[in-house]
Nanobody, 121 residues
Framework: VQLQASGGGLVQAGDSLRLSCALSGGTFSTYGMGWFRQAPGKEREFVAAISRSGRTRYSDSVKGRFTISRDNAKDTVYLQMNSLKPEDTAVYYC????????????????WGQGTQVTVSS
């Protein structure tokens, strides 16, 4: 299974971005999907996850601003990020899991390469 994340970039505070992550080499619909992020000098942290059936879970820091969704026909998971803040600056990683929308890194089986999101103030 390979995951390819894209959509990162440099934006200003208050702007929006949509990240995408395409899965190949496996059956997308059988996996729950998650997004994590890692800022410089910090641990990789959970951002959002979506189950095979579309149930979602968010970290408190992004709830109400970010939306995770999936398109099983395109084998792709998305992270719509609105009202971005400088503290959202990080490398964002997508991941696939066989579990029900876990929040722990070790519960994810496959990881993408990451895409940089930089939010200027």
């Amino acid at each position: 299974v390979q995951l390819q994340a894209s959509g990162g970039g440099l934006v200003q505070a208050g702007d929006s971005l949509r990240l995408s992550c395409a899965l190949s080499g496996g059956t997308f619909s059988t996996y729950g999907m998650g997004w994590f992020r890692q800022a410089p000098g910090k641990e990789r942290e959970f951002v959002a996850a979506i189950s095979r059936s579309g149930r979602t879970r968010y970290s408190d820091s992004v709830k109400g601003r970010f939306t995770i969704s999936r398109d099983n026909a395109k084998d792709t998971v998305y992270l719509q990020m609105n009202s971005l803040k400088p503290e959202d600056t990080a490398v964002y990683y997508c991941a696939a899991t066989l579990l029900f929308i876990p929040t722990m890194r070790n519960d994810y089986n496959y990881w993408g390469q990451g895409t940089q999101v930089t939010v200027s103030s």
